[in-house]
C-alpha cells in the first residue's frame, strides 16, 4: 500500500492549506481516514478522521476551522484548514484506520507526514 501526502507548506496566521493524502495498492476497505498531527516533544494526536460512512470527529482545536472530507472511490481523504495559528505548526500524518488489503489487515497505516508551518 501507498500512501502519498500532499498540501504542506508554509502559510501566514490566518491563511488557508488543504491536504492531501491518497492510498493505492490492493486496498479492499479503509474504516477511516484521518489527520493526525505531531510536534517535537509531544504525542502524536487526532487531528480528525472521516469513516466509510461519512461520520467525522474533530480535535476541539480543530472544530469550526477545519473540514475533512473523502472520497471513498478514490481512497483519498483531504483536510481544508482555515483561520490557521501558529499552534498548529507540527507535521501532519495520514492515517488509514482498519486497512484491509487483499493480504494484510492493519489497525492503523501511516504516511510519511507533511510539514505545515504557520508563521508571518
Known amino acids: 500500500v501507498q500512501v502519498v501526502e500532499s498540501g504542506g507548506g508554509l502559510v501566514q496566521p490566518g491563511g488557508s492549506l488543504t491536504l492531501s493524502c491518497a492510498a493505492s495498492?490492493?486496498?479492499?476497505?479503509?474504516?477511516?481516514m484521518g489527520w493526525y498531527r505531531q510536534v517535537p516533544g509531544k504525542q502524536r494526536e487526532l487531528v480528525a478522521h472521516?469513516?466509510?460512512?461519512?461520520?467525522?470527529k474533530y480535535a476541539d482545536s480543530a472544530k469550526g476551522r477545519f473540514t475533512i472530507s473523502r472520497d471513498n472511490a478514490k481512497n483519498t481523504v483531504y483536510l481544508q484548514m482555515n483561520s490557521l495559528k501558529p499552534e498548529d505548526t507540527a507535521i501532519y500524518y495520514c492515517?488509514?484506520?482498519?486497512?484491509?488489503?487483499?493480504?494484510?489487515?492493519?489497525?492503523?497505516?501511516w504516511g510519511q507526514g507533511t510539514q505545515v508551518t504557520v508563521s508571518s
Open positions: 492515517n488509514l484506520d482498519g486497512l484491509v488489503t487483499t493480504i494484510e489487515a492493519y489497525d492503523d497505516y
Open positions: 495498492g490492493n486496498i479492499f476497505s479503509i474504516w477511516a
Open positions: 472521516v469513516t466509510t460512512d461519512g461520520s467525522t
